[in-house]
């Protein structure tokens, strides 16, 4: 029984996330589907402490807004060029590292930001509306919530396992 724990709460977080998303989608983009969004803030959850968990939040509200300030720098010169693009996504993720040091901020969470944001760019959602940050919010937290109750569940197996 103790080896189940792991894949019935994973899959049991999962039909949650596929449920909440048939209700929660069309709020956002209609004919949407956005359990990708919680799986991939699901994954920034493994591997981090309690503190860097907490600065996923405001992470990917960063990413969104680096996302975005690539969009602009890419396309402020009027001239669909390559290198104006590439010198953008590198000025920009070179300034996204030099916030590594700031406690608050967790890179991951700011990747997963700026993931999330050229990936609703892909299904044609607009980057400016206020759809975009909120769904970023709203699927990034249930993904956090999917992967605090793993986490608790793993706790809670390895505990027992060791008694």
Not at 31 to 52: D, H, I, P, R, Y
Not at 93 to 110: E, P, Q
Not at 135 to 156: D, F, H, K, N, P
Request: proline fraction near 3%.
């Amino acid at each position: 029984m103790k080896k189940s724990i792991m894949p019935l709460t994973v899959g049991a977080l999962v039909a949650c996330l596929v449920l909440i998303d048939y209700y929660l989608a069309p709020v956002f983009y209609k004919g949407g589907n956005f359990v990708w969004v919680a799986f991939a803030s699901w994954t920034v959850f493994f591997g981090a402490k309690t503190k860097e968990r907490f600065a996923v939040i405001p992470s990917y509200i960063i990413g969104f807004l680096s996302a975005n300030l690539m969009i602009w720098l890419s396309g402020c010169l009027d001239i669909n060029n390559i290198m104006i693009s590439a010198g953008a996504a590198f000025l920009v993720n070179a300034l996204i590292m030099y916030l590594a040091d700031i406690k608050f901020l967790s890179i991951a969470g700011i990747f997963v930001g700026i993931f999330i944001t050229f990936s609703g760019a892909g299904v044609s959602m607009p980057m400016w509306s206020l759809n975009m940050p909120l769904l970023i919010l709203a699927y990034g937290v249930l993904g956090l919530t999917c992967g605090w109750v793993c986490s608790l569940m793993q706790e809670r197996y390895i505990n027992e396992k060791q008694v």
